[in-house]
């Protein structure tokens, strides 16, 4: 995935999408326009038809200029487009005297396409609030010395200083200072992340207590926040493919419209008045345009993925959005997905004699001066611990060492002989728990049990799934055991464990033949079956790039609450959609046999079709709304 470069960040015109509707001549011009139509409706109710004719004309001319001059250019490439319908009726309407009728026609045609740009540009909301996260200048630490520079000119390993109240200005590792931040911008979430010194921070938050020195670990130009504004580009770029079939419907019926209203008018001249027939073939012309259908597909998925993006879910594309309102399926990777990818002491035992705080306390005096990973959730648990001496750790086994004279060693069961606690021990493994043996001069003294634990909203998360009709498959490539146990608390029923890259990959082709299915993990084990479902996503946009790069759908924050209210706004997008490409064939259906024999002039086609065109418009616009904020 390329990055987005300063240049592009850019290029990207904020001010223009900010500015009052009242200095933008897109909106303008065709507010223009209607005045002029709207006034010379009057002045011709009022008798003063010179005036009229002229702001009828007025009307005409700005409207048109709004559409006629990329018709013409289409034109000159080969290319015909709905633009070029409405100009051909317009000039057509003009050449038969109906002035009023091509003013009507040019204003509102005109007005449709100035409410389809805004809101695109409403859309894009989310785009420009990730941009605004960046902040223009950063704080340099050199040889004790601060320096202000442009943000976008920081390089990884540079020092910062952030103050507090600052934005961090690109992705880096703590190096000095402790703090809170506030990603709420960037994920969603709402209770600030505590962070010290080997803490890895993300572009965009905000320091909200005591000063840091955070070391750079991405340009400015090229960090997380810039590839989850460049996800979001790419998905307003594309359409989906249900806006393909819309371009695909327009496409021939340009032609075909064009071709039907020239044997109207030819055929109904040798058989009749010849101004009635031609003019009945500029209403057939009108009557027939696509213009809401081929817009009322792209402004509803342009619309969706932009509200998606403001609430942490950031779709590559239309044709994934559209995808993913289907989906009735998901497998999900359990480490770091269900759970917290945070090893913590669940259990502690120990022998009669023995006090649990005396026992743990030796096995973290110990564990210290591992690198295991189950390691620091031991010295976490214990809190203050004793010293020791002549640590040794041996591989594959344990560590061992001299605690008061006495030799103290914690390992694996499988090496260390738990006692009197061998039942107890086997009942931890039962819950899911990885359980280390604490000896004491050769005997057991206690056993301490540690797990990965569930995300505290796993379990109702998995309920609203199911009441959303989706059905859930855990795949991991941990042990059945502790799989099995896990799954129990979440409620999740189909359990595949000991699974490799592959395996995975494997069992997601499987679930993909019954039911549109969609995969979410976060680590590089899981990019092959993120590449393999029908939508893959990335459990947090800033986890693992090969996870990032396979994925259709990156969440920016980790809070699973995010899926079934991913899965409920698509659903709804996938509703409107449908109900706009309905909405817009009806129309062609209706008004079409009416314009041709007859039954609608040429100002009650045009408008009952531009209307229908910016009900259309409006309808897509309602993707734009989030789902509800209270769940997450």
Not at 334 to 349: C, M, Y
Not at 442 to 456: K, M
Not at 509 to 516: H, I, K, R, S, Y
Not at 547 to 567: N, W
Request: glycine content about 10%; charged content about 20%; proline content about 4%.
């Amino acid at each position: 995935m390329s990055a987005v470069t300063g240049s592009q960040v850019d290029e990207v015109d904020i001010d223009d999408h900010d500015r009052p509707w009242w200095r933008d001549r897109e909106v303008l011009v065709p507010v223009f326009s209607g005045i002029a139509f709207l006034t010379g409706l009057i002045c011709e109710w009022s008798g003063v038809e010179t005036l009229a004719l002229v702001l009828f004309w007025t009307g005409l001319l700005l409207g048109a200029s709004t559409f006629t001059p990329g018709a013409i250019r289409k034109l000159v490439q080969g290319q015909l487009g709905i633009s070029l319908l409405m100009t051909i009726s317009a000039i057509g309407a003009v050449i038969l005297g109906y002035v009023e009728e091509a003013a009507a026609l040019a204003f509102l045609y005109s007005i449709a396409e100035a409410l389809e740009d805004k809101a695109m540009d409403r859309a894009r909301g989310g785009l420009r609030a990730l941009l605004k996260l960046v902040p223009e200048t950063a704080t340099v630490l050199t040889g004790g010395a601060s320096t202000q520079i442009a943000a976008k000119d920081l390089e990884a390993g540079q020092l910062m200083l952030v103050r507090p109240g600052e934005r961090i200005a690109t992705d880096g590792v703590v190096r000095s200072g402790r703090s809170s931040l506030d990603t709420s911008a960037i994920t969603g979430e709402s209770i600030p992340v505590e962070v010290e010194p080997g803490d890895a921070v993300s572009a965009g938050a905000i320091n909200t207590a005591g000063a840091l020195e955070v070391e750079a670990s991405a340009a400015g130009t090229d960090n997380s926040l810039t590839t989850i504004v460049e996800l979001v580009e790419q998905a307003q770029a594309e359409k989906g493919d249900r806006a393909r079939l819309a371009d695909q419907i327009a496409r021939p019926l340009v032609p075909g419209v064009l071709i039907l209203a020239v044997l109207v008018a030819l055929i109904g001249s040798l058989f009749g008045d010849p101004e009635l027939w031609i003019t009945r073939a500029l209403v057939v012309l009108v009557a027939a345009s696509p213009c809401a259908l081929a817009i009322s597909v792209p402004i509803t998925v342009v619309a969706a993925i932009g509200a998606a993006s403001k609430f942490g879910v950031v779709i590559k594309s239309g044709a994934i959005f559209e995808r993913f309102g289907g989906i009735r399926h998901v497998a999900v990777d359990k480490t770091g997905t269900l759970t917290r990818n945070q090893p913590t002491v669940t259990a502690v035992l120990a022998v009669d004699q023995i006090a649990e705080e005396k026992m743990l306390s030796w096995a973290a005096a110990l564990e210290q001066h591992s690198t295991h990973p189950l390691a620091a959730a031991i010295t976490t648990a214990a809190g203050a611990t004793v010293a020791a001496a002549g640590v040794t750790e041996l591989a594959g086994h344990g560590i061992q060492g001299l605690i008061d004279g006495a030799k103290v060693t914690v390992g694996s069961p499988r090496w260390l002989d738990p006692g009197t606690l061998s039942d107890q021990v086997a009942a931890l493994e039962e819950q899911g728990m990885t359980v280390v043996i604490v000896h004491r001069n050769d005997q057991p003294v206690g056993a301490i049990g540690v797990r990965d634990e569930l995300r505290a909203e796993v379990p109702e998360v998995m309920d609203t799934l199911t009441g959303q009709g989706i059905g859930v498959t855990m795949l991991t490539g941990d042990n059945a055991r502790t799989a099995r146990a896990l799954a129990g608390q979440a409620g999740i029923t189909d359990v595949r464990a000991e699974l490799r890259p592959e395996d995975k990959a494997a069992a997601i082709a499987e679930l993909t033949g019954t039911a549109p299915t969609a995969m979410i993990g976060d680590g590089i084990n899981d990019a092959p079956a993120l590449a393999a479902a029908d939508i893959g996503i990335a459990m947090g946009a800033t986890g693992s790039d090969a996870a990032i790069e396979s994925a259709d759908v990156a969440f920016t924050g980790h809070d699973l609450r995010l899926l079934p209210r991913a899965f409920d706004h698509a659903r709804r997008g996938r509703h409107i959609i449908n109900q706009n490409i309905v909405l817009s064939l009806l129309i062609i259906g209706v008004l079409l046999p009416l314009a041709l024999i007859g039954v609608l002039g040429l100002a009650a086609v045009v408008l009952v079709h531009e209307i229908a065109e910016v009900i259309v418009i409006l309808n897509g616009l309602r993707a734009a709304r989030t789902p509800n904020t209270s769940t997450v």
